[in-house]
């Protein structure tokens, strides 16, 4: 550098900056992809942990002041099952471990809401509510945050296909999904109500269902990440008041949106779907008329119009003096008018039996499940009873349930299931609460199927109460 003026050295010291710059560039990219996949998933997790702080620290004057009320549950469930691979060993255990917390924060006119599920792979969902009311509006605002997931469908000998545990592998990070922002406001005794939604319209829960037997080889599973979602608004609105007879008229219209269909992540559902359209347009409208009183009878009717099809539905629930009798009625497919009934349900007075046949498809149901209310054996227990069949086939599903209430808090719950073309499964559930705010509860599946019975799933949960 001696002899060089201030210009050269200048320029010296701009090459030399260039070729280190060169040489760290050189060996970040020749790091290894894993590597490199670390350094993004820390310095995700450094980003939500700093979130996470900043939102602590910007709802701590908001604790101070307001009442803090929830839930914390956590849970590990165990699924030992023959291996689903023939490389692997003979018995493999699926274990799941779940962290839920939900929570509100009252103040002020202002409730604020977080609930949160973190399993084995992280954040499975984070939903984030926000309600009050200014005068006479009421706004609630949602967002929520979820992980795609697919679903697997592991059979064995043990379960059979219709007993088959469905675990769900996630296909990608934590994204956004869904925000909505809910207003209603009741004017003259009409209630007004309008839910604004902008979501992911390719997000859905779960994206695939593949199924898995003893022996076969592991699914190809798909990805879902940012690069993946398409983004759409849509609007629902609802105009619902008293009419004739003290029936109640309920006009709900869709803008680029279904309000039949609903959105799903892992643990939450969310009515009314946005359609993948960029044009704004009427998708779907529904009428309905419910509490009718004609006499001694209670009839409810409604209408759907969707594009150019027109469809009805109806029902019919009439006293009788050893029971009710309701029946549910529905137009052909593509017509408007007849209606036909589809199922007639008789719920026996004398008895605690309710008898459902179903004409579409043809199935006869027979419970003794009247509401929530099961047949008392003693004060401190009763029994379910559940038989499906179909006639001309024979029978479907046979359930049995019985829950004894202990005076000293326990309750204990059994239920099997029987099936013609599965193995009889029992499942036994004992739930205790230590204390007011604790509670814990333990859950055993079980096959007796020989040569030996085989546990298909243990789960245990505690959950406190602040």
Known sequence: ?????????????????????????????????????????????????????????????VVAYGDVTGTLTLETVLHPTQSPSSQAEERVHIVDFRAHLAGGIQTSGLLLQVDSLMGTPGFEHVVLTASGTLGALN???????????????????????INAFTFIVPIGPTLFVTHRVETSLSVLGVLLKNVAIFEDVNFQHPFSTLTLSPGDPLPV?????????????????????????????????GINADPAQGKAIKGHGFPGAVVDSEILTFVKEIISLQGWRVGQATLGLSATFEDDRISAAGSLRYPLSWGTLTAAFASPAGGFLPLVPTSVSAVLT?????????????????TNITGSTNFPLSAISSVALQLVGTPGVGLQSLTAALVVNHPGGFVFSGRVNLFPDAPLVGTATVTAHPTPFLSVQGTVQISPKQPQPQVLQARFSATYRF
């Open 221 to 253: 599973l798909p990805t879902y990440t940012a690069q993946s979602q398409s983004f759409r608004f849509g609007d629902v609105l609802t105009v619902q008041g008293q009419f004739y007879n003290g029936s109640t008229l309920t006009m709900v219209v």
């Open 1 to 61: 550098m001696r002899g060089q003026g201030p210009r050269a050295a200048a320029r010296a010291a701009r090459g030399g900056a260039n070729t280190r710059g060169k040489r760290d560039n050189a060996k970040r990219d020749s790091a290894k992809p894993g590597e490199r996949g670390r350094c993004r998933a820390f310095a995700f997790w450094v980003g939500i942990c700093g979130l996470i702080g900043l939102g602590a620290v910007a709802f701590l004057p």
């Open 350 to 366: 004398p008895f605690p039996l309710t008898l459902t046949l179903g004409l579409d498809p043809m199935e006869l149901k027979i």
């Open 139 to 161: 706004l609630r605002a949602l967002a929520a945050f979820a992980r795609p997931y697919a679903s697997v469908s592991l059979t064995s000998d043990f379960t059979g296909p």
